[in-house]
């Protein structure tokens, strides 16, 4: 009886180690997806703003041209 535990004792230990080996062997794998589609990706350069003091004025300046002419 006490064999038979032992077996099936050693049994579930050898499948805990099967297990975390996968566990081990798939974070590997998902750690190496990850640094390649890191590596992969392109960096796009930031558009300068649009926004700036100059177009803000023009903008204002046809809008104003755009009211004098309706009126």
């Known amino acids: ?5 032992q ?3 050693k049994l579930r230990e050898e499948q805990r180690a099967q297990e975390t ?3 081990r062997i798939g974070r590997r794998r998902q750690n190496e997806i990850m640094a390649r589609i890191n590596a992969a990706t392109i960096q796009i350069p930031k ?3 649009s ?4 177009a803000i004025e ?4 046809l809008k104003k041209k ?3 002419e309706v009126t």
Request: proline share 12%; glycine share 0%; aromatic share 0%.
């Open 66 to 68: 755009r009211e004098a």
């Open 1 to 5: 009886h006490m064999t038979e535990q």
């Open 58 to 61: 023009a903008k204002n300046l």
């Open 7 to 9: 077996k099936v004792q």
């Open 21 to 23: 080996e996968k566990r």
């Open 51 to 54: 926004h700036t003091i100059k």
């Open 47 to 49: 558009p300068p703003p």
